[in-house]
């Protein structure tokens, strides 16, 4: 081993603060027995962004649910098969033809600070997300919620809550993963805290620094091996990467291709990746000038070479997009094909359009190496058929602001969710869907689709309204889809049973697994 090697090794040993030992021995080589590694300390994570609310009533992108999620529990989950498996709801039936569903609660359940967890902070979470005035972005997930209703266990009975829909909903397991579980607060509580039953408790958030989490020993799915995490916010991946080489982070995602070979070389360094439910886009902001215009859409989509973008931004880590629906979803068509990279028709889209001379916009980006590299491709790529893009970046939490405000003429960003169609299109696509259809997109046979999907029982329609959806959305291109990106995690080899996950959540304590920091010798 060289010398190198063993300082990187030696550094990443080193933060670990270990505190609980198992006591079980081990053979060595040589038979002779030795105690085993012991777990316990805190797991650096380098999060892409910080945080942008540690309410998860208001968590709209995917590196604040990250953190959201080791705090609050939801009542379900999707497992590393995409199976939804029992959280905080142990179990689910469906009558009245799809429009009630009763979930029953799990059984000695705690908040962290000590009160148990009922159906009244169930009904509550609900309520405070469907409230108008509260604002959440996860409104539109629960408008087809007719009322929600809290049933007390009696005796050794667990507590049930029964959602009544509107109409049935083939969707509604997917809405219920997002759906994270506050306590009824205390009558004279002045200011929002963030208590919750998952397995971390809130420790502190320096904002741009670091937000930390202590480990809950009354979990109720068993506490943790890990002391606490901690979620340093480094938009730079190349930062990231030499973080982790010197062991200032334990866990990155998103490990470009370029940095994979010598990542996997490293002695000491793992690289685990699993194919991806989402999708990047180039948005366009369909309520200004010249967005407003199908012919400059077409344009624009016909001008983007998405199989360059990915050999020279996502090498070996994407695929090329041809609608929003990727290869993980069951709705996936293979025989769909995206707009082609054909400049001669771009340029006669354009010539057709309200611009025919082209026209001068922003291109809005979040920071980081990757979006900024892509984005000087995107603005090479525009400048061939007159469009002049100048580039502006914004830190994460303005970012959001800029899109769910629609304070932007064109931006690059990714949506991630679970592999359900109505998760990857009704919230961008949907025009009651408020905040998150950050386009401005509107299309009255699109809304019906998407609304007659959600009441369909049988699946193979299902999957055909879905793929209808994506033939118009391309054609219409409120959004280009570039690509499908491999979630791709780079961890010392100290981190034991980690699995990266196909949405991209981080999953360090639940029924299905448990990631361990361990330090040997």
Known sequence: MS??????????????????????????????????????????????????????HLAADLYTVRVCDQIFDTLIRLDFSGDYVGSLAESWDVADEGRTWELTLR??????????????????????????????????????????????????????????????????????????????PDADAREWVPVGSGPFKFGEWVPEERVALERFADYWGGASPLE?????????????VVELETGGIHLMDEVPGEDMERLEDMEGIEIDSTVGSNYSVLGLNTTREPFDDPMVRQAIAHAIDRERLVEVVYPGTAVAADGPLPPSSWAYDEDFNGPAHDLERAANYMENSSVPDGFSAELLISEGERMQRGAILIQSMLEEIGIELEIVTQEWGTFLQSLMGREYDMLRVAWTTDPEPDALLYSLLHSGSEMLNFSGFASEEVDSLLDRARVESDVSERARMYREVQSIVVAEAPMIYLLHENHVAAYPEEVR???????????FQSSFGAATWMAGD
């Open 228 to 240: 606490g995490l901690v979620f340093r916010p480094i938009p730079e991946v190349s930062t990231r």
């Open 107 to 184: 059984q000695d359940v705690y908040f962290h600070d000590g009160e148990p967890l009922t159906a009244d902070d169930v009904v509550h979470s609900f309520r405070r997300i469907m409230d108008p005035e509260f604002d959440s972005p996860r409104r539109g997930d629960l408008a087809g919620v007719d009322g929600v209703e809290g049933i007390t266990g009696d005796g050794d009975d667990p507590d049930r809550v029964n959602i009544t829909l509107v109409e049935p909903n083939g969707a509604f397991l997917s809405t219920l993963l997002n759906i994270h579980i506050v306590p009824v």
């Open 497 to 507: 049973d980690f699995r990266p996950h196909l949405t991209g959540a981080y999953y």
């Open 3 to 56: 010398l190198r090697r063993r300082s990187i090794l030696s550094m990443l040993l080193m933060v670990v603060l270990v505190i609980t030992a198992l006591g079980a021995i081990a053979c060595n080589n040589e038979g002779e027995t030795v105690p085993e590694p012991e777990t316990g300390g805190t797991l650096v994570i380098g999060n892409n962004a910080d945080v942008d609310s540690l309410d998860p």
